[in-house]
């Protein structure tokens, strides 16, 4: 066993407040009582719970659990115990193929200067020493994101064939990032260090990994590339509402026949298989990641080193509505599709087919509820929702 990971969990998460009590302080006794029907409909509805979509339950207790027997859990950074036999081998491997890559370029460079066709066994011992002199060998060295690439490096040892376990039981807990500035560094270094693992080293190519583990890897740094096709997403009922250009060929029938029990069965299997974790909030936060995203892969694809800071925790004060402009963007620019669409409509002049009105008003109302996710958490404060705490 190289390492056991522990869930990451958080003590600072904002609980939020009950609805009835929200309208409760607000209407007094009728209040109380809307809200009890409210959720006696649509179930348990809290306000000002976990703006920033840190808890972690979807990811522990149902991603990282599915990959037990796959043998392809990953180290996140805080929370794990390691081997230390299994880490220093991996650092000293590291460390003799950087002395190797020195020494092989210091060779290079003195046969092309010299032109002599070998180096003397004298010169290269000096050249070897004063490469492993210039290297350092440090644990975890490997890469910005060296937890999820330690586990690669170990994982990829047929050798030893070091295992990885999640131990479910939370044993420690953690402050989160407190402000949208504070969530926006971590998740961009997320991203960003494992684009590059995926650019640079990619684990689908690498040897020793057994198919299960690539795949499993592949699907982690796959999610960080729906930046890239989640705008198409959030464009396409803008310019259909505009222009009346359809994403689809047609809005017939077949297509409804086809299309409405695909989404409801995957709907209920994902509610199935996330049962107690998971929820709008997640997929919301996916969706309005797409700025973030975007920036990450034009950084690995320009070749710039990703920084690692240590995440924020103190809370900033402040309106931070100009780090959601994009989110901010595509609301906007979907509440005024839909105004055009319905006059151009009500005049007489849309070319919109009813059924694809109806739909992409609904797809759209779907993007800004997502995107409002984002802005809620801009103006988040605190206090929100929590009386008189700190």
């Not at 115990?81 to 460390?95: G, K, N, T, W, Y």
């Not at 693992?197 to 982690?220: A, E, H, V």
């Not at 700025?291 to 892969?297: S, Y």
Request: positive net charge.
């Amino acid at each position: 066993m190289a390492w056991v990971q522990t869930p990451q969990w958080f003590y600072d998460l904002p609980e939020g407040t009950r609805l009835p009590e929200v309208l409760g302080q607000r209407l007094g006794r009728a209040g109380r009582w809307l809200g009890r029907g409210t959720e006696a409909v649509l179930g348990q509805i809290t306000l000002g719970r976990d703006p920033f979509v840190n808890d972690p339950r979807m990811f522990y207790d149902v991603i990282q659990r599915r990959r037990t027997a796959a043998n392809a859990i990953f180290c996140c950074g805080a929370g794990s115990v390691h081997r230390r036999e299994a880490v220093m081998e991996s650092a000293l491997r590291s460390f003799a193929a950087a002395v190797e890559r020195r020494v092989r370029a210091a060779e290079e460079a003195y046969t092309l200067e010299t032109r002599e066709r070998h180096v003397a066994p004298e010169l290269l011992a000096a050249m070897r020493a004063d490469a492993a002199m210039t290297e350092i060998l440090t644990p975890y060295r490997f890469h910005v994101s060296e937890d999820i690439y330690t586990s690669i490096e170990l994982h990829s040892d047929r050798e030893r064939g070091w295992k990885s376990a999640l131990q479910p039981t939370v044993e420690s807990r953690m402050l989160s990032p407190q402000d949208l500035q504070a969530w926006m560094v971590q998740r961009f270094k997320y991203a960003g260090g494992s684009l590059d693992i995926l650019w640079n080293d990619n684990p689908i190519f690498r040897r020793g990994l057994t198919l299960r583990q690539k795949l499993m890897y592949g699907s982690t740094f796959w999610s960080y590339l729906g930046a890239i096709w989640n705008p198409i997403f959030l464009a396409g009922p803008v310019i259909y509402l505009f222009t009346g250009i359809s994403p689809v060929a047609a809005y017939s029938a077949a297509f409804f026949l086809h299309a409405v029990p695909f989404m409801v069965l995957m709907e209920l299997a994902m509610m199935v298989g996330t049962w107690g974790a998971g929820g709008f909030a997640a997929k919301a936060s996916y969706i309005s990641f797409f700025p973030i995203g975007l920036r990450a892969i034009a950084t690995v694809l320009r070749g710039r080193k990703i920084s690692f800071p240590v995440t924020p925790k103190d809370r900033r004060f402040g309106c931070c509505l100009h780090l959601v402009r994009p989110q901010l963007a595509v609301i906007l620019l979907t509440l005024a599709a839909a105004l055009w669409a319905g006059t151009a409509e009500a005049l007489g002049i849309g070319n919109h087919s009813a059924s694809g009105l109806l739909t992409n008003l609904a797809w759209g109302a779907v993007n800004c509820l997502a995107m409002g996710t984002m802005l809620r958490a801009a103006l988040w404060h605190p206090d929100d929702l929590q009386g008189d705490q700190p």
